[in-house]
């Protein structure tokens, strides 16, 4: 393996680690999940286009999330976790709270969202995915991926309207 490309892997494998983390995930269940999906890429690595690499190593490592959290029977720690301070650069305490608040309330609705669709708005929005990215992962079109895009954000809108009626 060339230098060029270690280094290029260990980025990806950075971003995959980081993706972890914003999903929910413990540092050291982020770090093996990651090692285990590096190791695994390495011994797959003839039979991956390169194309669909990046693509590879995130659907490998979420779903590694997936049956790590099945297996631990807790179903509520499915929650997909949005960064709501990259939204908002004050740093009053009414904002603290504020901020708090909201970020409980998204992944309160989260929760109640299939799970597509809240992979996408994590990937859209917390990870930054492009559209064709996302489409890589779920093996569509981004014309898909942007249609099911909107509806997720506006479910996601019209959830967070009745949580909050409720609440």
Do not use: C
Not at 18 to 36: F, N, V
Not at 138 to 164: G, P, W, Y
């Amino acid at each position: 393996m060339n230098e060029a490309f270690g280094k290029k892997l260990q980025k990806k494998l950075h971003s995959v680690y980081l993706t972890l983390m914003k999903m929910g995930a413990s540092k050291e269940d982020a770090e093996d999940i990651t090692q285990d999906t590096a190791i695994q890429f390495l011994q797959y690595i003839d039979g991956i286009e390169i194309n669909y690499a990046q693509a590879w190593l995130y659907r490998v490592a979420i779903n590694k999330y997936y049956d790590l959290l099945k297996k631990r029977k807790s179903h509520e720690k499915y929650i997909l976790a949005f960064d709501m301070s990259q939204l908002f650069d004050y740093n009053t305490p009414e904002h603290f709270l504020l901020r708090k608040e909201l970020q409980q309330d998204v992944q309160h609705v989260l929760k109640q969202m299939k799970q597509k669709e809240a992979e996408i708005l994590l990937m859209k929005y917390s990870a930054n995915f492009s559209l064709k990215e996302i489409a890589i992962l779920f093996n569509t079109t981004d014309k898909t991926i942007k249609t099911q895009l909107a509806r997720a954000k506006q479910k996601l809108v019209i959830l967070l309207e009745e949580d909050r009626i409720d609440g």
